[in-house]
């Protein structure tokens, strides 16, 4: 894999993009969760691309893995500025058309953002991961915890393979707005109504991060186009844990909402960067 650097809003952010372009096919955007980048889907993009016949990008947020660093405290809004500025705006640099949102944790939060308030013409559905519409004790418990590992153990020198010199930002500005006490208040309940296209929300029985609450919610909240799966023998990463039944389940839902070759026309402008 080979990672390219684009320009939104004067900042570097880093992707890499496997499969058929704009042009080709429909593109699958992958968001990361909060200690993720590019580097740490692995094979998980190439073998979605492949199982779909769409194009998959997946990027890093500013602050991870090869993108450009970000200031420290983070505010405790990084997800609503990530979902209504940042993705609309990668969206449209990159030419992107019919496209399906697939984001893991806090990366599944911003898809939800995204799609209640600030969609971008051309999506067709969106597919969350372990995400999170509230703040539970478990999420603040189990991410406390890691701030304790973080300290303690050689987790630094493990996450700076992968995020390099933004691995302080990386870990520091997700971990402090998590721990801040004005974030135990957040919560983007109030955009699941406005989704307007279906919904695929996975997420495992063994979540060390959240309870079933997170997906009922998303189930309450949207309603009839909204399906939730509860995953077996799988914990916070069902990509990782039960990567087959996650893989299966989102190609299924693709294939129904935005079938692989449903976006023929030209890219607009030659933007699909070579």
């Not at 200031?71 to 990159?94: A, C, D, N, W, Y």
């Not at 539970?136 to 996450?159: C, M, N, Q, R």
């Not at 006490?181 to 959240?210: H, K, M, T």
């Amino acid at each position: 894999m080979t990672s390219k650097l684009v320009e939104i809003d004067g900042v570097n952010l880093e992707y890499a993009w496997y499969g058929p372009t704009p042009g080709e096919a429909a593109t699958l955007i992958l968001l990361h969760e909060g200690l993720g980048c590019v580097t740490m889907w692995r094979d998980f993009p190439e073998k979605l691309s492949a199982a779909s016949g769409c194009g998959v990008l997946v990027y890093s947020r500013q602050g991870y893995g090869g993108s450009d660093a970000c200031e420290l405290p983070r505010p405790t809004s990084f997800m609503h500025h990530e979902g209504q500025s940042v993705l609309p705006g990668l969206i449209k640099t990159l030419g992107i058309q019919d496209h399906v949102l697939v984001g893991h944790s806090d990366g599944g939060s911003i898809v939800l953002i995204n799609a209640g308030s600030a969609a971008v013409e051309g999506l067709k559905g969106v597919v969350t991961l372990a995400a999170h519409v509230f703040v539970e004790d478990i999420s603040v418990s189990s991410i406390a915890a890691i701030k304790t590992v973080f300290e303690t153990t050689e987790l630094p020198e493990k996450l700076a393979r992968y995020h390099g010199d933004n691995t302080p930002c990386a870990f520091w500005g997700w971990n402090g707005v998590w721990l801040n006490p004005e974030f135990r208040d957040w919560n983007i309940e109030e955009f699941l109504s406005e989704i307007e296209v279906p919904v695929l929300a996975l997420q495992g029985v063994n979540d060390e991060y959240g309870t079933p609450d997170q997906i009922d919610s998303i189930k309450r909240n949207i309603g009839i186009s909204a399906k939730t799966v509860m995953l077996d023998d799988c914990g916070h990463s069902p990509h990782k844990d039960q990567p087959d039944a996650t893989l299966r389940a989102i190609v299924e839902f693709v294939n129904r909402v935005s079938p692989a070759a449903s976006s023929t026309k030209s890219l607009p402008d030659n933007r699909f960067p070579s």
